[in-house]
């Protein structure tokens, strides 16, 4: 059993900049990676970015520049950095980690989601 807890949305004006936080825990010891998608209201889940333990990230090319990735490997967590945020952010951002067995096969393990609302 693999437990992710998030933390650190919330309402926030434009411009503004939110940290969210993802501590995972349980059966986690074949992580190989850890990110975040987001789900706007009547839109599908989409990839924000994700980091692997060997220190790569990756980035959707519109919020390259404004989001930042990064996992701490002793901790088993990953934090997104979000700057000069706009209301087309506002989403539930859901982190996941991803585990590699022995065989190569890589099963993916989903947090509660976080809400993040950019208003005035």
């Known amino acids: 059993q693999v437990q992710l807890v998030e933390s650190g949305g919330g309402l926030v004006q434009p411009g503004g900049s939110l940290r969210l936080s993802c501590a995972a825990s349980?059966?986690?010891?074949?992580?190989?990676?850890m990110g975040w998608y987001r789900q706007a209201p009547g839109k599908q889940r989409e990839l924000v970015a994700f980091a692997t333990r060997g220190g790569s990230t990756k980035y959707v090319d519109s919020m390259k520049g404004r989001f930042t990735v990064s996992m701490d490997n002793a901790k088993n967590s990953v934090y997104l950095e979000m700057n000069n945020l706009k209301p087309e952010d506002t989403a539930v951002y859901y982190c996941y980690v991803d585990q590699i067995s022995k065989d190569s096969l890589i099963s993916r393990d989903w947090g509660q989601g976080t809400q993040v609302t950019v208003s005035s």
């Open positions: 349980g059966s986690v010891a074949n992580i190989y990676a």
